[in-house]
């Protein structure tokens, strides 16, 4: 699969002067509900409304969703509201049921996107349809089967294809739901800079009132829409309660938001921004020579400590390095996490090199 300029084509073509918006209940509970939900986002930037009517669920025994009768009630929103609607499906006989309804847009969730088999099946099942399909990324941060994943559904003939970023698992506990790794969705654009990607914060965050900020972010790197879970009641909502909102601040939300250019043609601001590259520059080669003679030390220490049959790991030492690194880089406005994962590589890259000294 390669970029290609007509991925992106259905999302141009609703012509939109704002970020595709993707809202609605989690989950579809009634059609009373649906339908309220969907009558106070009518005339709002939503172009489609969503509602889950098969939820994948952790256990068994809690809220599965209502099936297909959720789909006549996607109907009905329709015709009332004139808004495209959409849904998860996450198995072929859910495909056949959603085209047979004309649902709008529908969306593989992150636990079926992990399964190349059933990524197979939901592919065949939608093959040559012209309806967009969005894949989640895989609940785990592996951006091959996520492209794998779309790569599929793509060589079935789907031509109107897009991609959700909705975080990973992490067993460590952060303050999201699931990790954004916003790193492996700057890769993902990289790769494939027009397959539309939408941003779902509700999954992310788990919370609604931390929902803006990641929004933000997402906008700022150059994301296509957000997919936000909206509920009247949210507290009182079937399924994932904490981190719907009310269709009031989503409207807010969506007025709040910065929309960023994606350049600027004033002389000014091009003058001061390459002068401030150019700076980047030069420290980015001076940190490329310093982490040279760095490993040009570390080799030294390997050849030394081949003569002695010394182990490479140094717990003592490597532990006094990190705990002061933090507390300079503290003083230097930069955060421990960062400090953490940049020395991490670097102490990894010293082990590499001491291993090849040492064994070589
Ligand atoms: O000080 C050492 O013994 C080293 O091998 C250097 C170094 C490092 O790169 O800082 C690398 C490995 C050890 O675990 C500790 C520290």
């Given at each position: 699969?390669?970029?290609?300029?007509?991925?992106r084509a259905w999302l141009d073509d609703l012509n939109l002067n704002h970020p595709l918006v993707i809202a609605g209940p989690c989950?579809?509970?009634?059609?009373?509900?649906?339908l309220k939900i969907a009558h106070e986002l009518k005339d709002t930037d939503v172009s489609y409304f969503r509602a889950g009517i098969w939820k994948p669920r952790t256990r068994p025994g809690m809220f599965e969703g209502v099936g297909a009768l959720g789909l006549k009630w996607l109907q009905k929103v329709k015709e009332e509201t004139g808004m495209k609607v959409c849904t998860e499906v996450a198995n072929a006989a859910h495909v056949k049921l959603a085209l047979e309804h004309d649902i709008d847009l529908l969306w593989i969730g992150a636990r079926s996107t992990v399964s190349p088999f059933i990524m197979q099946e939901i592919a065949d099942a939608l093959e040559g349809t012209d309806k967009p399909v969005l894949i989640k990324n895989p609940v785990n941060p592996d951006l091959a089967l996520?492209?794998?994943?779309?790569?599929r559904i793509y060589k079935s003939g789907v031509q109107n294809i897009g991609a959700i970023h909705r975080g990973f698992s992490t067993y460590a506990k952060t303050k999201f739901r699931n990790t954004p790794e916003?790193?492996?969705?700057?890769?993902?654009?990289?790769?494939?800079?027009?397959?539309?990607?939408?941003?779902d914060p509700s999954h992310i965050t788990g919370k609604r009132d931390m929902i803006m900020e990641v929004s933000q972010e997402a906008l700022d790197l150059n994301f296509d829409g957000l997919m936000i879970e909206t509920h009247y009641d949210p507290e009182n909502a079937w399924s994932d309660a904490a981190q719907q909102v009310t269709?009031?601040?989503l409207v807010q939300i969506m007025v709040d938001l910065k929309i960023r250019k994606e350049g600027s043609s004033e002389e000014d601001y091009n003058k001061t921004l390459n002068t401030l590259r150019a700076q980047i520059d030069v420290v980015d080669n001076?940190?490329?020579?310093?982490?040279?003679?760095?490993?040009?030390?570390?080799?030294?220490i390997g050849a030394l400590k081949k003569t002695k049959n010394v182990a490479v790991l140094q717990n003592k030492r490597w532990n006094e390095i990190l705990g002061k690194m933090v507390i300079e880089g503290?003083?230097?406005?930069?955060?421990?996490?960062f400090i953490l994962r940049m020395f991490k590589a670097v102490h990894q890259e010293s082990i590499n090199h001491q291993e090849k000294i040492i064994n070589g």
């Open positions: 699969m390669e970029n290609n300029k007509e991925m989950s579809a509970e009634t059609e009373e509900q649906v996520w492209l794998g994943g779309i790569e916003w790193q492996l969705a700057i890769e993902f654009q990289n790769k494939f800079p027009d397959i539309p990607l939408i941003n269709p009031e601040t001076q940190i490329i020579e310093l982490l040279g003679k760095r490993m040009e030390a570390a080799d030294g503290e003083q230097h406005g930069l955060s421990e996490e």
